[in-house]
């Protein structure tokens, strides 16, 4: 961090709240912490670059620093911040690059009409093929997927990696010993597991009766996704034998046909459908078909959450990622990300034989304090080898509760707690802090200390400190 003790004038007279507004509210923490800065001279283009190594960036920065096109070296931003006193004055928008991120933006530049007009090509041949010929196709498709740097194969952790230069770069601009903000999750939980079943046919559905004894055995709960329309009949008894022992149900695209998003009037018909089955279902929680999405219309949708957008994508049909392992708000729309590969993709796609991969995911995004999420399909496992590894994801994930303080939550769970959390705060009690708000009894106070030029959490033993 070089230093510049003169003035710097903010680009745009963009006030230093706005600045500040992601990371407070990912941390929850007190804003008299953090002050931020936004440089003179910020270029209005919008470009690649990074904020510390492995961490590609897109948006706007300083003048002749970014690349308009992804490719590698990029210049590092993180050299290029100035402190002027206790402000920390920043080469590019902290907000703008995650939104970038989380919301995909950066895929404008890098995908064409061609990805548009091969999706519509397959999806009119789709009725034609059988699943063996989609695999083929697939493969194909996916062909040279790791050679892409970014986002970063098998789990991008991008958006947690500037949140945390940031924080570090506040500590040590402030002389700060540490920082309190409000635990990730609940009772102090190291990270969280949400498992899900996305049932596509008649054959998936009639198989999840005996799923649902499958994750029992394991004591794991899931939520099912159903789709509304046009795949299989939805009986109100099907649904409330799903509820009746403890799993979510939540609405699935409408009819899977992978066209929900192609256009926004036929979108807007649909969405209305949508809604409705989603009252009529009693869900909450949404996700659409081959987790293709567009979040700006997400605001249509009338649900508490959403569960479509993958960490990293090289290997689905939309390709991108959100590059973060937490969850976060697109509007008032709670996004559950996905952040393990999919049972299809592992077991179809890469030739998987093992739980190999997950485990080296669940091994990264815990790693980060994040959210172990999983799409398995009752359709996928309905065969004994695809089963039996299976069955060992979940034995493994059961081995896991016993010896780590992880918190194994349904979708709506999680949903609760993040809105409950977004509301609380600290202040200050004497010399220590307290969380306050609905819901404070089940938080955890933290602080992030740097050390060595690392930035480190410790939790407290209650919500006193």
Same mark, same amino acid.
């Given at each position: 961090?070089?230093?510049?003790?003169?003035?710097?004038?903010?680009?745009?007279?963009?006030?230093?709240?706005?600045?500040?507004?992601?990371?407070?509210?990912?941390?929850?923490? #007190?804003?008299?912490?953090?002050?931020?800065?936004?440089?003179?001279?910020?270029?209005?283009?919008?470009?690649?670059?990074?904020?510390?190594?492995?961490?590609?960036?897109?948006?706007?920065?300083?003048?002749?620093?970014?690349?308009?096109?992804?490719?590698?070296?990029?210049?590092?931003?993180?050299?290029?911040?100035?402190?002027?006193?206790?402000?920390?004055?920043?080469?590019?928008?902290?907000?703008?690059?995650?939104?970038?991120?989380?919301?995909?933006?950066?895929?404008?530049?890098?995908?064409?009409?061609?990805?548009?007009?091969?999706?519509? !090509?397959?999806?009119?041949?789709?009725?034609?093929?059988?699943?063996?010929?989609?695999?083929?196709?697939?493969?194909?498709?996916?062909?040279?997927?790791?050679?892409?740097?970014?986002?970063?194969?098998?789990?991008?952790?991008?958006?947690?990696?500037?949140?945390?230069?940031?924080?570090?770069?506040?500590?040590?601009?402030?002389?700060?010993?540490?920082?309190?903000?409000?635990? +990730?999750?609940?009772?102090?939980?190291?990270?969280?597991?949400?498992?899900?079943?996305?049932?596509?046919?008649?054959?998936?559905?009639?198989?999840?009766?005996?799923?649902?004894?499958?994750?029992?055995?394991?004591?794991?709960?899931?939520?099912?996704?159903?789709?509304?329309?046009?795949?299989?009949?939805?009986?109100?008894?099907?649904?409330?034998?799903?509820?009746?022992?403890?799993?979510?149900?939540?609405?699935?695209?409408?009819?899977?046909?992978?066209?929900?998003?192609?256009?926004?009037?036929? +979108?807007?018909?649909?969405?209305?459908?949508?809604?409705?089955?989603?009252?009529?279902?009693?869900?909450?929680?949404?996700?659409?078909?081959?987790?293709?999405?567009?979040?700006?219309?997400?605001?249509?949708?009338?649900?508490?959450?959403?569960?479509? +957008? #993958?960490?990293?994508?090289?290997?689905?049909?939309?390709?991108?990622?959100?590059?973060?392992?937490?969850?976060?708000?697109?509007?008032?729309?709670?996004?559950?990300?996905?952040?393990?590969?999919?049972?299809?993709?592992?077991?179809?796609?890469?030739?998987?034989?093992?739980?190999?991969?997950?485990?080296?995911? !669940?091994?990264?995004?815990?790693?980060?304090?994040?959210?172990?999420?999983?799409?398995?399909? #009752?359709?996928?496992?309905?065969?004994?080898?695809?089963?039996? !590894?299976?069955?060992?994801?979940?034995?493994?994930?059961?081995?896991?509760?016993?010896?780590?303080?992880?918190?194994?939550?349904?979708?709506?769970?999680?949903?609760?707690?993040?809105?409950?959390?977004?509301?609380?705060?600290?202040?200050?009690?004497?010399?220590?802090?307290?969380?306050?708000? /609905?819901?404070? /009894?089940?938080?955890?106070?933290? +602080?992030?200390?740097?050390?060595?030029?690392?930035?480190?959490?410790?939790?407290?033993?209650?919500?006193?400190?």
């Amino acid at each position: 961090v070089r230093k510049e003790y003169q003035s710097s004038p903010m680009v745009n007279a963009e006030n230093e709240s706005a600045l500040t507004k992601g990371l407070c509210d990912r941390y929850r923490c #007190p804003k008299e912490f953090l002050d931020f800065r936004l440089s003179r001279d910020i270029s209005a283009d919008f470009g690649y670059f990074q904020f510390g190594p492995s961490t590609t960036c897109y948006g706007r920065s300083l003048i002749g620093s970014h690349r308009s096109q992804l490719s590698y070296p990029l210049c590092d931003m993180l050299p290029r911040v100035l402190v002027d006193g206790t402000n920390v004055v920043l080469p590019f928008h902290p907000d703008e690059v995650i939104d970038n991120l989380r919301l995909e933006r950066y895929t404008s530049v890098q995908f064409s009409g061609y990805e548009n007009a091969m999706k519509g !090509i397959y999806y009119w041949l789709r009725p034609f093929t059988n699943r063996s010929l989609r695999k083929h196709i697939q493969r194909f498709r996916a062909a040279n997927w790791q050679k892409k740097r970014f986002p970063q194969w098998p789990v991008d952790t991008t958006v947690e990696s500037v949140y945390e230069n940031l924080l570090l770069l506040s500590l040590q601009t402030k002389g700060a010993d540490r920082l309190p903000f409000i635990w +990730f999750w609940p009772d102090g939980a190291r990270g969280s597991v949400m498992m899900t079943h996305d049932v596509e046919t008649a054959v998936g559905r009639n198989f999840c009766a005996h799923l649902l004894d499958i994750d029992d055995s394991f004591g794991i709960k899931a939520s099912f996704q159903i789709i509304p329309e046009g795949r299989y009949s939805v009986a109100p008894e099907f649904l409330n034998g799903l509820r009746d022992r403890g799993f979510e149900v939540c609405v699935q695209d409408l009819n899977h046909d992978g066209r929900l998003f192609d256009e926004r009037e036929e +979108f807007l018909r649909r969405v209305v459908r949508i809604n409705r089955y989603g009252r009529e279902f009693g869900a909450i929680g949404f996700r659409s078909a081959v987790l293709y999405r567009k979040p700006e219309w997400f605001k249509d949708l009338d649900f508490s959450f959403d569960m479509s +957008f #993958p960490n990293v994508a090289h290997l689905d049909p939309q390709r991108g990622g959100c590059c973060t392992v937490m969850p976060y708000f697109i509007g008032d729309i709670l996004e559950l990300p996905v952040t393990t590969s999919q049972d299809y993709t592992l077991f179809h796609v890469l030739n998987g034989q093992s739980i190999d991969l997950w485990r080296t995911q !669940i091994r990264k995004i815990f790693a980060q304090n994040g959210l172990a999420s999983f799409i398995v399909h #009752p359709d996928y496992v309905i065969k004994s080898e695809a089963q039996a !590894i299976y069955k060992d994801l979940l034995a493994m994930l059961a081995d896991l509760r016993k010896s780590e303080a992880l918190w194994f939550a349904l979708p709506h769970e999680i949903d609760t707690w993040w809105r409950a959390r977004s509301r609380m705060s600290i202040v200050k009690d004497g010399e220590s802090w307290q969380i306050v708000g /609905e819901g404070a /009894e089940r938080a955890v106070l933290a +602080f992030a200390r740097a050390v060595d030029g690392r930035l480190i959490y410790e939790l407290t033993d209650s919500s006193q400190g």
